[in-house]
């Protein structure tokens, strides 16, 4: 007997699920270019402090408040530990502002395209989308401020555009919107500029880092929430306890310590994001300036859906979008040189 659809409460039974870009099994070679991960693995520093905390103690639960590691942001980013929490990637500390602050029927801003986990979580909680198409020069959707918003999302530098608005528009942005701005910082160690002062200077100001990107850790899932501690207090109540497992926050503190090597893993990629800009214009596809470690790709009018197919045909992938019209694009992640040389290489095979 199969268990009804009406066990399922009806908001979540409506929601597409949000698919996550393909992830291969670990036999499978192929040239990955679809989820933005970071194409070279963490420092020798993050994989000894791994090594010296497997053992004995993991039979013992995680700090709850990942102390050491929220002391290690405080020190790198000077930002007071109490306006500090740590988060199992910053994709959970997304669903606990949308649980901590969001009604059923209450609005959510944002511009669009963008991250689409924005737009699940938004309809899991019951909450109103309220989407605002970006100008066609990527600046901030002038409507965005009067969505009479509970709570607006900036993904900054943007996913898939790579994009980056400037920070005296976040900042007025942060002083027109009704309520909460968040600011989603995953890919700007990639880019010139942080919003991260505009927490001092704005309540309303949550910003978003995560290490699955910069720090090349997304299998280890760590991401910090900067904030007031009132509104960071709203978030510790609807969260796991022991949210953030015990590997994860020795890798977090050893990476975040490593500061040498993130900013040679950054200058690496982003030499290589320049290789990848100049081939893909240089094949005909319009290409924004990219301040992230992947670029958009796109070719008006010409659905890349059998492109991407024929290029995952060859063992390489990238992300193919079909809403908000991406159809014409392809959002390709930053990998080493020699990813990128096949990625070119295929595109040219194909024609
Ligand atoms: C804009 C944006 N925010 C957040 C995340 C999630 O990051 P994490 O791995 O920290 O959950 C991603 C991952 O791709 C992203 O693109």
């Not at 409506?14 to 991960?37: C, H, I, M, S």
Request: glycine share 8%.
């Amino acid at each position: 007997m199969s268990a009804p659809a009406e066990w399922i409460r009806a908001v979540v039974r409506a929601v597409p699920p949000y698919t996550p870009g393909e992830q291969p099994a670990a036999d499978r070679r192929v040239v990955k270019l679809n989820t933005n991960e970071n194409p070279y693995p963490p420092g020798p520093a993050v994989l000894d402090a791994l090594h010296a905390a497997i053992g004995e103690r993991m039979r013992l639960y995680p700090d709850p408040e990942a102390t050491e590691l929220r002391r290690t942001a405080s020190e790198i980013y000077g930002v007071p530990v109490d306006h500090i929490l740590a988060g199992n990637g910053s994709d959970e500390l997304l669903a606990l502002l949308l649980r901590a602050l969001v009604d059923p029927g209450d609005r959510v801003a944002f511009p669009a395209p963008t991250y689409s986990l924005y737009e699940t979580l938004v309809a899991v909680q019951g909450g109103v989308p309220v989407e605002h198409p970006w100008p066609a020069d990527w600046s901030l959707p002038p409507a965005l401020a009067s969505s009479g918003a509970k709570l607006t999302f900036l993904c900054n530098p943007n996913s898939p555009s790579g994009t980056l608005v400037p920070l005296d528009a976040i900042d007025a942005l942060a002083g027109r919107v009704t309520g909460v701005l968040v600011v989603d910082e995953a890919y700007v160690d990639f880019a010139s500029a942080t919003a991260l002062e505009l927490v001092a200077r704005h309540a309303n100001v949550v910003v978003l880092r995560t290490l699955s990107k910069s720090y090349s850790l997304a299998g280890l899932r760590v991401g910090l929430a900067f904030g007031r501690p009132e509104l960071l207090r709203g978030l510790r109540t609807v969260k796991d306890s022991y949210n953030l497992n015990r590997l994860s926050q020795v890798a977090a503190v050893a990476a975040l310590r490593d500061r040498d090597g993130v900013r040679a893993n950054v200058a690496r990629v982003v030499r290589t994001r320049i290789r990848l800009t100049s081939g893909l214009r240089a094949r005909g596809y319009t290409v924004p300036e990219s301040h992230a470690n992947f670029v958009l790709a796109r070719r008006a009018g010409v659905d890349q859906g059998p492109v991407a197919r024929a290029l995952a045909a060859h063992g390489i992938l990238v992300r193919h979008f079909t809403a908000h019209g991406l159809a014409d694009s392809l959002r390709v992640s930053v990998g080493t040189d020699d990813e990128i040389d096949a990625f070119l290489a295929a595109l040219d095979a194909l024609g």
